[in-house]
């Protein structure tokens, strides 16, 4: 037997002043696609804002549907809408801003599990990683380098 290892690391800023500034304009954009969000089941809304490679920058929100899991996370409707739009450019920057409507989120909400996962379809696509900075609706910012630091083990086309 062997044991391996996986360590992340990611950094975090205090709010969105120590930002660069691309990257605040960038939260800021997310926070008005938030406000876009349709989420009246759980009163969890999130805004998601991409930038790509030609400067376009595309957002999102989440979108819920009284049949789940018929509803489409934020981050996913908007990583869809920038690869049917935009299929030869790169995904540079993603942010995300999330938080309840029922209890204030001051801590980093990082993508769920299958967020995750289109992400890192679109990271082996474009041969190169996406920065994703996620943050609640205040407080922190987290930045990680890479979707391979939120989903270390990834399952992409090569295993098929």
């Keep these: 037997m062997?044991?391996?290892k996986?360590?992340?690391t990611l950094q975090v800023?205090?709010?969105l002043s120590e930002l660069p500034k691309e990257v605040e304009n960038l939260m800021r954009k997310a926070k008005k696609a938030r406000e876009k969000a349709y989420a009246p089941y759980s009163n969890f809304y999130v805004g998601v804002a991409i930038r790509l490679d030609n400067q376009e920058i595309i957002t999102g929100s989440n979108q819920e549907n009284a049949s789940y899991p018929s509803g489409l996370c934020a981050e996913r409707t908007a990583i869809y809408y920038a690869g049917?739009?935009?299929p030869e450019n790169k995904m540079l920057t993603m942010a995300i801003i999330a938080g309840s409507k029922t209890n204030k989120t001051s801590s980093p909400i990082p993508?769920?599990?299958a967020c995750r996962q289109a992400i890192a379809e679109y990271e082996v696509k474009q041969n190169s990683p996406i920065e994703i900075y996620f943050m609640g609706e205040t407080g922190k910012i987290a930045k990680s380098d890479s979707l391979a630091n939120l989903?270390?083990?990834v399952f992409d086309k090569s295993a098929l």
Aim: glycine fraction near 6%; proline fraction near 11%.
């Design 2 to 4: 062997k044991e391996i």
């Design 6 to 8: 996986i360590e992340t």
């Design 13 to 15: 800023f205090d709010d």
């Design 84 to 86: 049917a739009k935009y």
């Design 111 to 113: 993508p769920c599990g």
């Design 151 to 153: 989903l270390p083990l």
